[in-house]
């Protein structure tokens, strides 16, 4: 996201919690700005006046709040108020649907410790911003694969996915497509919009596992039923199993005007499996996989 920016000629700043983190940006061309969401008071006077922030940091672990969304709110009063915020947020929030397609309209109904803490992260945001005139964009996004997001340890470690018979459908975006919306959201979202962000094609999760696998040249890693993974997997692995629900993504192809460069999973394998034996910068965060 910061190298289209930064190629359509914009000044890209982000926080970083330590100087080698800072140096790290630095090369990227990116101006590093001191902070720590978890450290409230290194918050004071973020140069965030009138600009865009792109709010891409996770909940911390545990509990149903997100202390980092509410302790980078309290920080910011009128003077210092941002003019949008695009907030990175999670599929999670719709919960179980039963396999069922979602749409933006769809209640919320997290089921996971994990989906209340991003649901509480937009429920702050869009309370906090109100008063000051802050426009909020929240993208609701799905799985994120990329350079440097292959499941390449578990496939060489040959652990086992579900059966293709009881697995469920799941939702992706390539993390360049991802980058897109995101600036896309900047430029043409309007204060209170969500957009649900995926390519539309939902697939299963071994599915996933055995594209990547036959492009790679490894072994399909062994399938066993869901009795068996409820014993071996762990439980995060699990959550993404267990909830089920495909992501209608019209909206943001319509309201956004974007056109995906990976709509289906296999053009989008193709271009990270080329680009493994090659550098790839930018790649900078991670969003955890939200179905």
């Given amino acids: 996201m910061a190298r289209l920016a930064l190629a359509g000629g914009g000044k890209v700043s982000a926080l970083a919690r330590t100087e080698s983190g800072a140096e790290r940006l630095r090369g990227f061309g990116i ?55 695009v907030y990175i947020s999670t599929s999670g929030v719709y919960g ?107 697939g299963t999760m071994t599915q996933y596992f055995n594209a990547a696998a036959d492009l790679l040249g490894l072994p399909r890693p062994p399938q066993i039923a869901m009795a068996e993974a409820q014993r071996v997997m762990t439980p995060l692995m699990l959550s993404y199993l267990t909830e089920t629900r495909r992501m209608d993504n019209r909206r943001m192809l319509e309201r956004l005007g974007v056109t995906l460069r990976y709509p289906d999973l296999e053009s989008g394998l193709k271009n990270v499996i080329a680009q493994l034996d090659q550098p790839h910068l930018g790649y900078l965060g991670s969003i955890g996989h939200g179905q």
């Fill in 31 to 85: 101006t590093p700005v001191s902070g720590d969401l978890d450290e409230p008071a290194s918050l004071a006077g973020l140069p965030i006046a009138g600009k865009l922030v792109f709010y891409l940091a996770p909940p911390p672990g545990g509990g149903l709040h997100d202390t980092r969304m509410r302790n980078f709110c309290a920080a910011i009063g009128s003077e210092q108020a941002p003019a949008k915020v």
């Fill in 96 to 202: 179980d649907c039963g396999g069922a397609w979602v749409t933006e309209a769809t209640a919320v109904n997290p089921q996971t410790s994990r989906a209340q803490r991003r649901l509480d992260a937009e429920t702050v945001l869009r309370e906090w911003a109100g008063p000051l005139g802050v426009a909020v964009v929240t993208l609701r996004v799905t799985g994120i694969y990329g350079p440097g997001r292959l499941p390449l340890a578990r496939l060489r470690q040959g652990q086992p996915v579900l059966s293709e018979a009881e697995s469920p459908p799941t939702n992706r975006i390539h993390a360049d497509d991802l980058a897109m919306v995101c600036l896309a959201a900047a430029a043409h979202g309007e204060d209170g919009e969500v957009f649900n962000v995926s390519d539309g094609q939902p």
